[in-house]
């Protein structure tokens, strides 16, 4: 398995909270992703980056912010946490743009209350 | 926007029956990629075809890839219960599409 950790594995909240879940890679790939993934629909994209400082929106970015201040880490923030945010969070990375193949973190499962 | 439509939702067989998932895309495809996710697991990375018509083998696992590079399948022979999980196809234009999966369950 490649290396990537994601903490925290496990959160509960309450609805209103801000959240933040974490990527960590020791793969030195340029590209992170983050998705989530839900029963019948996949894995979604939140949100991606292609360099420290450099993240574009995917298909579900409402509610949800990004940060990649070094190569290594990549963070995923809820502002203000809902009950449609209930889900569980794979971080991926890939060595080269996002056509190639990703290699997934161990996942967040998320509950918000 | 780009869509990945993935056939059978769910399916459960006998162990030493074959299976097919299927996945068709909306658009042309440059690639596309298969993942299996075990249950309570994350997705893994099984292969990428990239050719028109292409057809590859992992074992008794069969990936092809059609010629109008818009649709592919994954078939399994002789299933057995290691083959458990939900695979994933993911379509590639200019991002990563993933299909929504195919439960597979193999009853021993």
């Known amino acids: 398995d490649a290396g990537i950790t994601q903490s925290p594995r496990h959160k509960v909240t309450e609805t209103g909270t801000p959240v933040t879940l974490r990527c960590h890679q020791t793969?030195?790939?340029?590209?992170m992703y983050w998705y989530r993934q839900d029963p019948g629909h996949g894995l979604r994209l939140i949100h991606y980056?292609?360099?420290?400082?450099?993240?574009d929106k995917g298909e579900v970015s409402d509610g949800y912010s990004v940060s990649r201040s070094k190569t290594e880490d990549f963070l995923l923030t809820l502002e203000s946490a809902t009950s449609s945010q209930t889900s569980v969070y794979f971080c991926?990375?890939?060595?080269?743009?996002?056509?190639?193949?990703?290699?997934f973190g161990p996942g967040t499962r998320l509950t918000v209350t | 926007g780009q869509q990945v439509m993935q056939i059978p939702q769910y399916q459960h067989v006998q162990e030493g029956e074959d299976f097919t998932t299927y996945c068709n895309s909306s658009?042309?495809?440059?690639?596309i990629q298969w993942y299996k996710q075990r249950p309570g697991g994350h997705p893994v990375f099984l292969i990428q075809?990239?050719?028109?018509?292409e057809v590859k083998k992992q074992k008794r696992l069969t990936f092809q890839f059609g010629e109008a590079k818009k649709n592919s399948s994954l078939h399994i022979t002789a299933t057995q219960t290691t083959d458990v999980g939900t695979y994933f196809c993911?379509?590639?234009?200019?991002?990563?599409?993933f299909g929504s999966g195919t439960q597979l369950t193999v009853l021993p």
């Open positions: 075809l990239v050719k028109s018509g």
């Open positions: 991926a990375i890939s060595e080269w743009d996002t056509t190639y193949e990703q290699y």
């Open positions: 980056s292609y360099g420290v400082k450099d993240t």
């Open positions: 658009t042309t495809l440059s690639n």
């Open positions: 793969e030195n790939h340029r590209y």
């Open positions: 993911a379509g590639s234009a200019r991002q990563l599409t």
